[in-house]
């Protein structure tokens, strides 16, 4: 392979090696591919086939340091365990030579940063050849346990490029794993390691300190015993930080505080970072003393979670999470408890303490997921001697009730404008759910409503996780799906930048897909489940459910965009949708004209009764058959505007002064106006008839209405009365005459719909009843005074199983 070509080699290796943790065959050839490509034994004597190799590996890892290294490790233990058993292990040779010549390429490297020219790419390939060895040093730490020692002085480069600290923080890491392994190490050689990495604790940042402390936590727990040697570091930032708390106890405001607060944050870190790697309250740090260091730390770092300074704040948060780590049973501290659950649930509280309490979290289920797998490790080993998985079970519980206690203020974190926020939420949830630390169920709503974030990683973790709970307990998402749906509008109202627009229920690119498209695909296989959750959802337009337009618009939005795949499942809403109207519609008008007669007693003109007399008529329809008045249909046959201008007026007079039963109304309607749009919708993306519609039976076998759907392109849900009730705010603005007449209008455009509700039987020859005309007429009426372009189907081809378009489309297309 020539130098050239490398770039695109290591583009198509980066774009294969993502897929090791897919479908088992897709998994099978990734492994395969990669074992021949690096995981062969190369011929000692070919050196340039090695070169090309480590460029090739060093590349990838490399092009992947911002998208994390999950996939080496994982194509790395794949392979190591399939030889397990085997007599000739290729895959362990081949990474018994990589290592050997990473390292040698190190050496290389590092000769030739003195060249200027070369300086920048070969401090690169330093980098990416460390990184590497850590990398193998995670899955086999053994292969490194000779390079130990030529790795030990990199933890002297000096630093002044991110590389440099990339350097170091990595030849730690190294060391952690192997130093432990070795078999008898000269005293000197620990003794310098010890120094160095103190060295680096009290110079340089947060990531240098905390991975250097890390590894000094390694070779002295399980090497070296040098447990004075940690203590006096330990005493000299926990003797600052308490000299720090008297003189702010002293004086608040004193400009010795502000001098020393890169001493203060410092020390909160270190003394946080020390605590989580060495447990001082052992005999072998504080000999006979009878303080308890754990409470003093405790004390210590909940009084600079008070400070004024949110930096200062944040510092002793971590070192907070540090110190837990290592002693969980402080959380249960009522003090912690109030601390965490107020930051977390504090609306008006800074992000970054928001976030930080969440990395906290985090970090903590991870270490003790770490745990409870190398206890895992460890009881297979020795499984005949000590019961260890006893003891992972008693640390689970710990977990378990840790989580109980934050769960609910982690949750209610998924309802936040910063992704960040939500991002570090949804990290605490997965790992609590991976881990089984708590019921699964309580968590699906929200788990729905983190699937229709804006951010598609967000978005892809939350449904596999729903994915997971799915495969495990069946029926766990049905039952919470509504609420998830009304959750999933919540979470789209904190993220909504512009409080004017109305929150959606469709992603606003080419795609048009509803939110929870996921939620109903994974519901719409089970018929039973599906029904019911369509029926709740419509049950939400229900004048009697209270339901906010704005999430009823949001509803309708994920009704009219789902991804709906056989004729029956848009049939079964249609259906709903008229039981729905006809109900809800009477009791609408009922309630207007009983608004009327009880504020407005006086006499009425000629108009005016027969306004009466067609309410009553209206009214009496919510009970019995709707009937079809003589005189209704002759005004609307006629289309005469004055007429129409009269029962306007007539209305008008009868109006109680209080607008209130008039924005009531405005408000409740605006459900019946979006159903009515959706079944339009509907009807015109599916090119159903009328008599389709109306000949659709729910109770029919499901083979009936099994034909796959034959969707139009273009046609689009755009309820315009709803988002202009919306954006006008009429809800809580002042009432115009202008106003009240559009809303009269309405009304008396209702009443005519509700009259003539059931369309008739077509004539003999073919022409639309007067009654069907009567009532497309109040639909076009009410949804805006015309078909918009997008609602109508064309022609008359489009219509689904080639039936003759009757009624509604056709009446309003005629007209």
């Not at 060093?58 to 080496?72: L, P």
């Not at 770490?370 to 689970?396: F, N, P, Y």
């Not at 939500?422 to 609590?432: D, E, S």
Request: aromatic residues 8%; hydrophobic residues 35%; proline residues 4%.
């Amino acid at each position: 392979i020539e130098q050239p070509t490398f770039p695109k080699i290591t583009e198509m290796c980066v774009k294969m090696i993502r897929r090791v943790n897919d479908e088992e065959g897709i998994k099978k050839l990734v492994n395969e591919t990669f074992q021949k490509l690096w995981f062969t034994p190369t011929p000692h004597s070919d050196k340039e086939a090695m070169t090309r190799k480590i460029l090739n590996i060093t590349d990838v890892v490399a092009a992947c340091r911002d998208k994390g290294y999950d996939w080496f490790e994982q194509l790395l233990q794949n392979l190591l365990k399939s030889e397990e058993d085997a007599s000739y292990k290729p895959v362990k040779k081949a990474c018994t030579q990589l290592v050997d010549n990473l390292v040698e390429h190190i050496l290389k490297y590092e000769e030739s940063l003195s060249d200027s020219d070369n300086k920048g790419v070969n401090s690169g390939r330093l980098v990416a050849c460390i990184t590497t060895l850590f990398l193998f040093s995670k899955i086999r730490p053994q292969l490194m346990v000779k390079h130990a020692m030529t790795m030990q002085p990199y933890l002297t480069t000096k630093c002044s490029t991110q590389n440099d600290f990339m350097v170091i923080c990595n030849v730690a890491k190294i060391l952690e794993l192997v130093v432990p392994l070795m078999e008898h190490p000269s005293e000197t050689f620990l003794a310098t390691i010890e120094e160095d990495l103190m060295k680096l604790i009290i110079k340089y940042g947060m990531t240098v300190v905390q991975h250097c402390v890390s590894c000094l936590g390694a070779v002295v727990n399980k090497v070296t015993q040098n447990y004075k040697f940690v203590w006096a570091c330990f005493n000299r930032y926990y003797g600052a930080l308490s000299k720090l708390k008297s003189q702010h106890q002293e004086d608040p405001n004193s400009t010795i505080l502000t001098a020393n607060k890169p001493a203060l944050l410092r020390s909160l870190f270190t003394v946080g970072a020390l605590c989580r790697h060495f447990d001082f309250d052992q005999e072998d740090f504080k000999g006979n003393s009878k303080v308890n260091i754990k409470d003093k730390v405790l004390e210590l770092l909940m009084y600079f979670t008070k400070h004024s300074d949110e930096e200062v704040q944040t510092k002793a948060i971590i070192g907070l999470g540090f110190a837990f780590i290592q002693h969980p049973s402080l959380m249960f501290e009522q003090e912690v408890k109030t601390l965490y659950n107020s930051i977390l649930s504090d609306k008006n509280c800074s992000v970054n303490l928001k976030i930080q309490v969440l990395k906290n979290l985090q970090t903590y289920l991870q270490e003790e997921d770490t745990r409870m797998q190398q206890a895992d490790r460890d009881w297979k080993k020795v499984a005949k001697q000590e019961d260890l998985k006893e003891m992972g079970d008693i640390s689970s519980g710990m977990s378990s009730s840790i989580m109980q206690l934050y769960l609910k203020q982690v949750l209610e974190a998924f309802f936040h404008t910063q992704s960040s926020v939500r991002h570090f939420a949804l990290n605490v949830i997965a790992l609590t759910l991976n881990q089984g630390l708590i019921h699964p169920v309580q968590c699906v709503p929200y788990l729905i409503a983190m699937g229709t974030d804006p951010e598609p990683s967000m978005r892809n973790k939350a449904d596999q996780q729903l994915v997971e709970i799915d495969k495990k307990y069946a029926g766990f998402i049905h039952m919470k799906a509504v609420a998830g749906m009304k959750m999933s509008y919540q979470v789209q109202q904190a993220i909504n930048t512009c409080p004017k627009d109305p929150v959606r229920g469709f992603r606003h690119d080419e795609s048009s897909s509803a939110l929870c498209s996921h939620l109903y695909s994974m519901i719409r296989g089970n018929r039973q489940h599906r029904r019911a959750f369509l029926i709740s959802l419509l049950n939400l337009f229900d004048d009697t459910a209270k339901t906010e337009v704005n999430m009823l618009l949001y509803i309708a939005d994920n009704l009219a965009c789902f991804p709906y795949q056989t004729q029956e499942e848009p049939l079964f809403i249609m259906h709903h949708i008229d039981i729905t109207l006809s109900v809800s519609g009477s009791n609408l008008l009922q309630s207007f004209k009983e608004s009327m007669v009880k504020d407005k007693k006086k006499e009425r003109k000629p108009s005016s009764d027969e306004e009466t007399e067609s309410d009553s008529n209206s009214g009496r329809e919510s009970e019995e058959e709707p009937s079809k008045p003589q005189r209704s249909q002759k005004r609307v046959d006629s289309d005469s505007d004055s007429d129409e201008e009269n029962d306007i007026n007539a209305v008008m007079k009868c109006l109680p002064e209080n607008s209130a039963p008039l924005i009531e109304f405005a408000n409740v309607s605006q459900g019946i106006l979006l159903l009515l749009m959706l079944k339009q919708h509907l009807k015109n993306l599916c090119g159903f008839s009328d008599s389709k519609i109306q000949k659709y039976s729910p109770s029919e076998s499901a083979k009936v209405y099994d034909k796959a759907i034959n969707r139009k392109t273009g046609v689009h849900f755009h309820p315009k009365q709803t988002l202009d009730f919306l954006r006008s705010d009429m809800a809580n603005s002042k009432i115009t005459e202008e106003v009240k007449r559009s809303i009269v209008k309405q009304y008396l455009d209702f009443k005519l719909l509700m009259e003539h509700l059931d369309p008739d039987e077509e004539e003999e020859d073919g022409e639309v009843s007067a009654s069907t005309n009567a009532r497309n007429k109040a639909i076009t009426l009410l949804l805006g005074g015309g078909s918009p372009k997008n609602n109508a189907a064309e022609t008359e081809d489009d219509e689904s199983d080639g039936e003759d378009r009757g009624g509604g489309t056709s009446g309003v297309r005629r007209r």
